[in-house]
């Protein structure tokens, strides 16, 4: 395949970036989109050139490294995949791609399509668990869980932080994040003790990251990568309201 | 003479933990914060090292390459773990999971310590579900369990494909409870680069901050190394792309044993090799195994129609189909060990009756499965494992077969640790898959996780304070002395030199060089003639790697290329060790399988006469050998056998 590709180009958080223009030939389309970059690394690398920088470490879709804007989509265009399983038999031969990096005031970039996603562990180190130290659990089957729950549970736990939700977003939210970590703790016995004060904690602390408000529009949910569901947004503010009304 | 003393304590072996436990030396908790400790690495063992540490009172620094701790690769692990809960009233115990470890690990563990884990594998499951984990349940709420390979019983717990998610990140999340309560000092992006010593004990680590290309010292009363396995000396593998070898290496040319470096395993169901462009190998989960069925055409004829693409695997009737796994071995079938299934899937290849376009392939196969129980239940085990098959080959498994063939997944071998997971260095420790310790020759499926938490929460955490007992009078202290101060040196000319060289060719090309070497001398059949040839391959990519190399842009900023050249660095000298290690274990075990040492029905033979040791290396300067030392394996609960999964 030949491609032609616009990547965005910033050398560091405070210089203004721009777009560049590359051309690649003999890319077969059993690549996946992260080695068709690798082979224009290594051509720029011949040219001593500095190659593009981008996150990425399994290359198998769980580690949530990898992220950047494929011709408008975060992830490019395929479903419930991250960057690293696209492959470029879903491009035609000769096609323009444009590539850019997650764009959200709480992601600033730190060069070329590299972001900085701390925010979401700060998410997660405010409330984003349950406070169970080493050695004090009981056996694992005292408490029965609804399979039903344990299922819905792991299905908001699937989660890789990657992002994509908030670059999708127009506000820039983080809703679909904080609401999958939510869920997943609250639909467990385990994690209803502490609900509300997490609840509480864990929006306090998104808004003051920077993140925008949620205004339902659904885009996190058509371009997240685990198939997370709006669903669990409902459950957020359902835990939300209830944290405030209890006070 | 150095020798190598595991430290195992005293009693039968069912007694010796308790035993340690009882009589191992504590730390107060007024004195526990005033004692640092450096954790590398946040996977299972990192991470569940770090919580546990800092909620006992310690004062954790944990590093990790990545952006977050959260992607440590331990997340990558998809079919579960194992414990010996006895849950299916199958007939489990802890003994029986510290005999099938022993005798999957092919008679080269260490007994107790593999018996301490299968004790402690309950915790861990008690532990993860008080977390939050949310592993798979039955109707009636309680927890469901799966087989894995090597094993009779059913003792894999899960959550769907993503065991190792969702384990990392429970252990993540009691992690980041510890970093907001000021236990833990976090440092995301922050390459540890070498080891500093001082008095003969690990003091502290020089690392290189990966956005600004920084050179940073930090200083502590010990040193965890929780760093992963080496699998990415050969390439192409299962392993994360910035999974290295440089932390331990490192420690290792500061003193620390290398224990067993040739023992490697390759995993026998990944997604085949597809171009030259590959960057990595994408693993199709064991518990695969449980339903789908492996074979290959029974006649040469048919492969290579197959692999011409005249016919596809429907056209081929029942009878014209070779099961060779259930053929070979009737009582494991499809699930016999991990190294048993790839040896099996080389030789049918090898002899011509492999399929997919390379012929390097084998199908696996859920036709029958899908029709005992139905597509919505395999999809219900398997689906997300199918979805990223679908991805990659764009091929549907409901439909057609899987294509598999093995590649490198796990380093059973590692830095070299006694009973209480210390290195030969004093203060300096490793857990997880980065230490030797636990699998001899071949891990069982579902036991890495099991054995990363292990170390983590249950082991590691008793252990470190025998030794920082002693410390407790050694205040915190700066890192302005001469000791960092040669360290830092050491690594600053040493990334100068990478950068100064200002060749042609760039980071990859020699590593595919030294990966396709061991591959082909140093993989799955390894010979006395082979393994030679690769020593003097190495070195010649090792020559022109320090004379041709290119790293574009600037030492001391975000340089990726440069961070990948000092890993290659480290690993073009480990590959050599390993074909070493392996040339000089002249028996076949496990993972390490010598054809000049195989049964007449191509099964590994063991040497136990000569070879019921654990090889710890030391190095001895960039211009002599390194030197090999001995710590015999003593089978006392366990009789020696061959092993027999027919």
């Given at each position: 395949?030949?491609?032609?590709?616009?990547?965005?180009?910033?050398?560091?958080?405070?210089?203004?970036?721009?777009?560049?223009?590359?051309?690649?030939?003999?890319?077969?389309?059993?690549?996946?989109?992260?080695?068709?970059?690798?082979?224009?690394?290594?051509?720029?690398?011949?040219?001593?050139?500095?190659?593009?920088?981008?996150?990425?470490?399994?290359?198998?879709?769980?580690?949530?490294?990898?992220?950047?804007?494929?011709?408008?989509?975060?992830?490019?265009?395929?479903?419930?995949?991250?960057?690293?399983?696209?492959?470029?038999?879903?491009?035609?031969?000769?096609?323009?791609?444009?590539?850019?990096?997650?764009?959200?005031r709480a992601?600033?970039?730190?060069?070329?399509?590299?972001?900085?996603?701390?925010a979401f562990d700060e998410i997660i180190q405010e409330s984003g668990y349950?406070?169970?130290?080493?050695?004090?659990?009981?056996?694992?089957?005292?408490?029965?869980?609804?399979?039903?729950?344990?299922?819905?549970?792991?299905?908001a736990?699937?989660c890789?932080?990657?992002?994509?939700c908030v670059?999708?977003c127009?506000n820039a939210s983080a809703m679909l994040f904080v609401s999958a970590k939510i869920s997943h703790l609250a639909?467990?016995?385990?994690g209803k003790?502490e609900a509300k004060e997490r609840a509480n904690a864990i929006v306090a602390k998104m808004d003051a990251l920077g993140f925008g408000n949620c205004t339902n529009?659904?885009?996190c949910?058509?371009?997240?990568?685990?198939?997370i569901?709006l669903t669990n947004i409902s459950r957020l503010n359902r835990e939300y309201y209830k944290s405030i009304l209890a006070g | 003479?150095?020798?190598?003393?595991?430290?195992?304590?005293?009693?039968?072996?069912?007694?010796?933990?308790?035993?340690?436990?009882?009589?191992?030396?504590?730390?107060?908790?007024?004195?526990?914060?005033?004692?640092?400790?450096?954790?590398?690495?946040?996977?299972?063992?990192?991470?569940?090292?770090?919580?546990?540490?800092?909620?006992?009172?310690?004062?954790?620094?944990?590093?990790?390459?990545?952006?977050?701790?959260?992607?440590?690769?331990?997340?990558?692990?998809?079919?579960?773990?194992?414990?010996?809960?006895?849950?299916?009233?199958?007939?489990?115990?802890?003994?029986?999971?510290?005999?099938?470890?022993?005798?999957?690990?092919?008679?080269?563990?260490?007994?107790?310590?593999?018996?301490?884990?299968?004790?402690?594998?309950?915790?861990?499951?008690?532990?993860?579900?008080?977390?939050?984990?949310?592993?798979?349940?039955?109707?009636?709420?309680?927890?469901?369990?799966?087989?894995?390979?090597?094993?009779?019983?059913?003792?894999?717990?899960?959550?769907?494909?993503?065991?190792?998610?969702?384990?990392?990140?429970?252990?993540?999340?009691?992690?980041s409870?510890?970093?907001k309560?000021?236990?833990?000092?976090?440092?995301?992006?922050?390459?540890?680069?070498?080891?500093?010593?001082?008095?003969?004990?690990?003091?502290?680590?020089?690392?290189?901050?990966?956005?600004?290309?920084?050179?940073?010292?930090?200083?502590?009363?010990?040193?965890?190394?929780?760093?992963?396995?080496?699998?990415?000396?050969?390439?192409?593998?299962?392993?994360?792309?910035?999974?290295?070898?440089?932390?331990?290496?490192?420690?290792?040319?500061?003193?620390?044993?290398?224990?067993?470096?040739?023992?490697?395993?390759?995993?026998?169901?990944?997604?085949?090799?597809?171009?030259?462009?590959?960057?990595?190998?994408?693993?199709?989960?064991?518990?695969?195994?449980?339903?789908?069925?492996?074979?290959?055409?029974?006649?040469?004829?048919?492969?290579?129609?197959?692999?011409?693409?005249?016919?596809?695997?429907?056209?081929?009737?029942?009878?014209?189909?070779?099961?060779?796994?259930?053929?070979?071995?009737?009582?494991?079938?499809?699930?016999?060990?991990?190294?048993?299934?790839?040896?099996?899937?080389?030789?049918?290849?090898?002899?011509?009756?492999?399929?997919?376009?390379?012929?390097?392939?084998?199908?696996?196969?859920?036709?029958?499965?899908?029709?005992?129980?139905?597509?919505?239940?395999?999809?219900?085990?398997?689906?997300?494992?199918?979805?990223?098959?679908?991805?990659?080959?764009?091929?549907?498994?409901?439909?057609?077969?899987?294509?598999?063939?093995?590649?490198?997944?796990?380093?059973?071998?590692?830095?070299?640790?006694?009973?209480?997971?210390?290195?030969?260095?004093?203060?300096?420790?490793?857990?997880?898959?980065?230490?030797?310790?636990?699998?001899?020759?071949?891990?069982?499926?579902?036991?890495?996780?099991?054995?990363?938490?292990?170390?983590?929460?249950?082991?590691?955490?008793?252990?470190?304070?025998?030794?920082?007992?002693?410390?407790?009078?050694?205040?915190?202290?700066?890192?302005?002395?001469?000791?960092?101060?040669?360290?830092?040196?050491?690594?600053?000319?040493?990334?100068?030199?990478?950068?100064?060289?200002?060749?042609?060719?760039?980071?990859?090309?020699?590593?595919?060089?030294?990966?396709?070497?061991?591959?082909?001398?140093?993989?799955?059949?390894?010979?006395?003639?082979?393994?030679?040839?690769?020593?003097?391959?190495?070195?010649?990519?090792?020559?022109?790697?320090?004379?041709?190399?290119?790293?574009?842009?600037?030492?001391?900023?975000?340089?990726?290329?440069?961070?990948?050249?000092?890993?290659?660095?480290?690993?073009?000298?480990?590959?050599?060790?390993?074909?070493?290690?392996?040339?000089?274990?002249?028996?076949?075990?496990?993972?390490?399988?010598?054809?000049?040492?195989?049964?007449?029905?191509?099964?590994?033979?063991?040497?136990?006469?000569?070879?019921?040791?654990?090889?710890?290396?030391?190095?001895?300067?960039?211009?002599?050998?390194?030197?090999?030392?001995?710590?015999?394996?003593?089978?006392?609960?366990?009789?020696?056998?061959?092993?027999?999964?027919?």
């Amino acid at each position: 395949m030949e491609l032609y590709l616009k990547i965005w180009r910033q050398k560091n958080a405070t210089e203004k970036g721009r777009f560049i223009d590359y051309t690649l030939q003999d890319v077969s389309p059993d690549s996946s989109f992260l080695e068709m970059l690798d082979i224009l690394n290594e051509m720029l690398i011949v040219k001593g050139e500095e190659p593009v920088v981008f996150d990425h470490d399994c290359r198998e879709g769980i580690c949530g490294s990898c992220g950047m804007y494929i011709n408008g989509r975060p992830h490019g265009p395929d479903e419930l995949i991250s960057a690293c399983q696209l492959h470029m038999r879903k491009f035609s031969d000769g096609e323009t791609i444009v590539i850019e990096p997650w764009r959200a005031r709480a992601f600033p970039v730190i060069k070329d399509l590299m972001v900085d996603r701390t925010a979401f562990d700060e998410i997660i180190q405010e409330s984003g668990y349950i406070s169970v130290n080493t050695g004090n659990a009981p056996d694992a089957n005292a408490i029965p869980v609804k399979k039903e729950s344990a299922d819905l549970s792991m299905d908001a736990a699937a989660c890789i932080g990657c992002g994509a939700c908030v670059a999708a977003c127009k506000n820039a939210s983080a809703m679909l994040f904080v609401s999958a970590k939510i869920s997943h703790l609250a639909l467990l016995p385990q994690g209803k003790v502490e609900a509300k004060e997490r609840a509480n904690a864990i929006v306090a602390k998104m808004d003051a990251l920077g993140f925008g408000n949620c205004t339902n529009t659904g885009a996190c949910e058509a371009e997240c990568p685990k198939g997370i569901k709006l669903t669990n947004i409902s459950r957020l503010n359902r835990e939300y309201y209830k944290s405030i009304l209890a006070g | 003479m150095t020798t190598l003393d595991s430290r195992i304590p005293e009693g039968s072996i069912d007694k010796k933990w308790s035993n340690f436990k009882s009589s191992q030396k504590l730390v107060n908790p007024a004195n526990k914060r005033k004692l640092d400790i450096i954790v590398v690495g946040t996977g299972l063992a990192g991470a569940s090292a770090a919580a546990s540490l800092a909620e006992m009172g310690f004062k954790v620094k944990s590093f990790c390459y990545q952006d977050s701790p959260r992607r440590a690769h331990s997340i990558a692990a998809q079919g579960g773990i194992n414990a010996a809960k006895n849950y299916p009233n199958d007939g489990d115990s802890i003994y029986r999971l510290f005999f099938d470890t022993v005798k999957g690990g092919d008679y080269r563990s260490r007994e107790a310590n593999v018996y301490r884990l299968a004790e402690v594998s309950n915790n861990i499951i008690d532990q993860c579900v008080a977390q939050g984990v949310p592993f798979a349940r039955e109707y009636g709420g309680t927890l469901a369990n799966r087989s894995f390979g090597g094993a009779q019983v059913s003792r894999t717990f899960y959550a769907k494909g993503q065991t190792g998610q969702q384990l990392l990140l429970g252990a993540y999340q009691a992690q980041s409870r510890q970093i907001k309560l000021g236990n833990i000092e976090m440092n995301s992006r922050m390459e540890m680069l070498n080891l500093v010593i001082i008095d003969g004990k690990a003091r502290g680590i020089i690392a290189r901050d990966v956005i600004t290309g920084e050179i940073k010292r930090y200083s502590a009363h010990a040193v965890v190394l929780a760093t992963g396995g080496y699998g990415n000396v050969f390439f192409l593998s299962t392993m994360a792309m910035g999974a290295n070898v440089t932390a331990a290496w490192q420690s290792h040319k500061k003193g620390a044993a290398f224990g067993n470096p040739c023992y490697v395993q390759i995993h026998p169901t990944c997604i085949p090799v597809h171009g030259e462009f590959q960057s990595k190998l994408t693993l199709m989960s064991e518990s695969l195994r449980n339903d789908g069925r492996i074979w290959v055409p029974k006649e040469k004829e048919d492969a290579e129609k197959i692999r011409k693409g005249e016919i596809t695997a429907a056209d081929l009737p029942e009878e014209k189909r070779d099961y060779y796994l259930e053929r070979r071995y009737p009582a494991f079938g499809n699930l016999v060990p991990r190294d048993v299934a790839s040896r099996a899937a080389k030789e049918r290849c090898d002899a011509g009756y492999g399929v997919g376009p390379t012929g390097l392939a084998v199908f696996l196969d859920f036709e029958d499965a899908i029709n005992r129980l139905g597509k919505d239940a395999i999809e219900a085990k398997y689906g997300n494992l199918f979805q990223m098959y679908e991805k990659i080959v764009d091929d549907n498994p409901y439909e057609t077969p899987m294509m598999i063939y093995p590649a490198i997944h796990y380093a059973m071998g590692g830095l070299w640790v006694d009973y209480e997971l210390q290195t030969t260095i004093p203060g300096l420790f490793a857990a997880g898959e980065a230490n030797f310790s636990d699998h001899g020759a071949n891990r069982l499926g579902a036991s890495a996780l099991m054995q990363g938490l292990a170390d983590g929460y249950f082991v590691l955490p008793y252990t470190i304070q025998n030794y920082l007992s002693d410390e407790i009078n050694t205040p915190r202290f700066s890192t302005d002395t001469q000791e960092f101060e040669e360290a830092e040196k050491e690594t600053v000319g040493k990334l100068e030199k990478l950068f100064n060289i200002k060749g042609q060719k760039s980071v990859d090309t020699f590593h595919k060089k030294l990966g396709k070497i061991m591959w082909e001398y140093v993989g799955m059949a390894r010979t006395k003639e082979g393994l030679n040839k690769a020593i003097d391959l190495i070195k010649e990519v090792r020559e022109d790697f320090y004379k041709d190399l290119r790293i574009p842009g600037e030492m001391n900023d975000l340089n990726p290329e440069l961070q990948k050249a000092v890993r290659l660095a480290d690993f073009l000298e480990l590959g050599e060790l390993m074909a070493r290690d392996a040339l000089h274990r002249e028996e076949s075990c496990g993972g390490h399988f010598r054809e000049e040492y195989q049964t007449k029905e191509g099964e590994a033979l063991r040497n136990d006469t000569d070879f019921t040791y654990v090889a710890g290396w030391f190095f001895k300067g960039e211009d002599s050998d390194p030197e090999v030392v001995k710590e015999p394996l003593n089978f006392e609960a366990i009789e020696l056998k061959q092993r027999n999964y027919k």
